[in-house]
């Protein structure tokens, strides 16, 4: 289960957030009140817009919708030339029949045997519409494989099956043709104090992250964290020494817990337009642009591959970091706003 807390369900933060600097440009902001997840913006000029959760009147749907599905997606990238992870999309058994696709999970183990098992190397598993890294799973076995891809058939009947790429892990927010921030993600992981057990000191990060006013919420019962203690030769109950630093999940997701270090004033040029031109080309505006680099993003690009794009990138948990973070993501709502207001006047 997650770790208990008394705090209800969270609100998006960003409702308040354009609420707050909305009347810097004499904008008015109207949130429903109930949910507090949609809101309308209204400018000057009596023109509107809308946003629900983290999406805005900004992104033409057609390319959104591109980048919500990862296997059209990275057709896409990968035909006009982005380095992209080896991987192959599979269907759920019930999907699969109704498509008349013998690509199934029977088909995706074998895959999986070849592109990695039988080389002793893991394989990553994620599902093929999620986001915030919710059923993506580093699997080491044949059993492992066949737990984490029927999670993720719950909730999506297409699961992406990729080689397991190491590297520095970092998301990049361009509008038009700006980088509006860049931070490098750390999965979520636990320093020890040579006294507490990672369980604790589990229970201590979420303590820590309510304070903050973050709204991620770890849950004790994920199997990933069991499963990457277990590669660890640890377990809830292991002390680690003072110090220590222990990794519970492979993905950096903020929203699993991860960290982040902001690299805004440091992403190197050619990196910049990269991202610039990845978000172009993808017929987006706003969008996330996920990166795996063998290496820093403040060198020049040796070796990198482009995890995904997201056209609606969430900054809730990035936000709430630190007073530094959440300037950025007022500036970068504020840019937002001035280039909607812009295009449907």
């Given at each position: 289960?997650?770790?208990?807390?008394?705090?209800?369900?969270?609100?998006?933060?960003?409702?308040?957030?354009?609420?707050?600097?909305?009347?810097?440009?004499?904008?008015?902001?109207?949130?429903?009140?109930?949910?507090?997840?949609?809101?309308?913006?209204?400018?000057?000029?009596?023109?509107?817009?809308?946003?629900?959760?983290?999406?805005?009147?900004?992104?033409?749907?057609?390319?959104?919708?591109?980048?919500?599905?990862?296997?059209?997606?990275?057709?896409?990238?990968?035909?006009?030339?982005?380095?992209?992870?080896?991987?192959?999309?599979?269907?759920?058994?019930?999907?699969?029949?109704?498509?008349?696709?013998?690509?199934?999970?029977?088909?995706?183990?074998?895959?999986?045997?070849?592109?990695?098992?039988?080389?002793?190397?893991?394989?990553?598993?994620?599902?093929?519409?999620?986001?915030?890294?919710?059923?993506?799973?580093?699997?080491?076995?044949?059993?492992?494989?066949?737990?984490?891809?029927?999670?993720?058939?719950?909730?999506?009947k297409i699961a992406q099956v990729q080689e397991f790429i190491k590297g520095n892990d970092y998301r990049v927010v361009v509008l038009d043709d700006q980088v509006l921030s860049a931070y490098q993600r750390l999965p979520l992981s636990v320093?020890?104090?040579?006294?507490?057990?990672?369980?604790?000191?589990?229970?201590?990060?979420?303590?820590?992250?309510?304070?903050?006013?973050?709204?991620?919420?770890?849950?004790?019962?994920?199997?990933?964290?069991?499963?990457?203690?277990?590669?660890?030769?640890?377990?809830?109950?292991?002390?680690?020494?003072?110090?220590?630093?222990?990794?519970?999940?492979?993905?950096?997701?903020?929203?699993?817990?991860?960290?982040?270090?902001?690299?805004?004033?440091?992403?190197?040029?050619?990196?910049?337009?990269?991202?610039?031109?990845?978000?172009?080309?993808?017929?987006?505006?706003?969008?996330?642009?996920?990166?795996?680099?063998?290496?820093?993003?403040?060198?020049?690009?040796?070796?990198?591959?482009?995890?995904?794009?997201?056209?609606?990138?969430?900054?809730?948990?990035?936000?709430?970091?630190?007073?530094?973070?959440?300037?950025?993501?007022?500036?970068?709502?504020?840019?937002?706003?001035?280039?909607?207001?812009?295009?449907?006047?």
């Amino acid at each position: 289960m997650k770790i208990k807390t008394e705090n209800k369900t969270p609100i998006p933060v960003l409702g308040g957030i354009l609420k707050k600097i909305a009347p810097r440009i004499g904008a008015r902001v109207l949130i429903e009140p109930k949910w507090g997840i949609v809101c309308q913006v209204t400018f000057k000029s009596g023109k509107r817009c809308y946003f629900r959760y983290n999406t805005l009147d900004l992104n033409y749907m057609g390319a959104s919708e591109i980048a919500r599905d990862k296997d059209y997606s990275y057709f896409f990238m990968s035909k006009m030339n982005y380095p992209t992870i080896k991987g192959k999309a599979f269907y759920s058994d019930n999907w699969a029949r109704v498509v008349r696709s013998d690509q199934n999970i029977d088909k995706a183990y074998l895959y999986a045997q070849k592109i990695a098992f039988d080389k002793n190397l893991p394989v990553i598993v994620k599902p093929n519409s999620g986001s915030q890294g919710s059923g993506v799973a580093l699997v080491h076995s044949k059993k492992e494989f066949y737990k984490a891809m029927n999670t993720i058939f719950k909730t999506d009947k297409i699961a992406q099956v990729q080689e397991f790429i190491k590297g520095n892990d970092y998301r990049v927010v361009v509008l038009d043709d700006q980088v509006l921030s860049a931070y490098q993600r750390l999965p979520l992981s636990v320093v020890g104090d040579g006294v507490s057990s990672i369980k604790n000191l589990l229970i201590k990060k979420q303590k820590e992250f309510i304070q903050s006013g973050r709204d991620t919420r770890i849950d004790l019962e994920d199997v990933r964290i069991s499963t990457k203690l277990k590669h660890q030769g640890l377990n809830f109950n292991s002390i680690p020494a003072r110090g220590e630093k222990i990794f519970l999940l492979d993905n950096a997701n903020l929203s699993t817990g991860g960290d982040s270090v902001d690299v805004t004033d440091k992403i190197h040029p050619e990196f910049y337009k990269i991202a610039v031109d990845l978000t172009r080309d993808m017929g987006l505006r706003l969008c996330g642009v996920d990166l795996m680099i063998k290496g820093l993003i403040d060198e020049a690009p040796d070796k990198y591959f482009i995890i995904e794009v997201n056209s609606a990138p969430g900054l809730d948990h990035y936000v709430t970091i630190g007073k530094k973070q959440k300037d950025i993501v007022e500036k970068l709502y504020l840019e937002v706003l001035k280039s909607i207001e812009k295009s449907i006047l």
